[in-house]
């Protein structure tokens, strides 16, 4: 089957979500669903905004390498 950029986009993104702790996906989770925010996550877990946002920044760093790495490896193994 044949995917388009989106669905390996989308397909790699699932795969690397699942490869963080457990913690780091519930942050994700919570603070890009409906209503989700820095100050409500913070809140609940009696962390600072800023100590938020650092982790999330953090998160987001390693979520980027892993898309590129999966995606360089899906679009270099298509080639042979």
Request: proline letters at 0%; charged letters at 30%; one cysteine or more.
């Amino acid at each position: 089957r044949f995917l388009s950029a989106s669905d390996a986009m989308r397909d790699a993104l699932r795969n690397c979500l699942s490869g963080l702790q457990e913690s780091h996906r519930e942050l994700v989770r919570t603070r890009y669903s409906k209503g989700g925010s820095v100050k409500q996550i913070a809140e609940q877990e009696g962390r600072t905004a800023d100590a938020v946002s650092a982790m999330l920044y953090r998160i987001k760093k390693l979520l980027l390498k892993c898309l590129q790495r999966r995606l360089a490896s899906d679009l270099g193994g298509s080639h042979a």
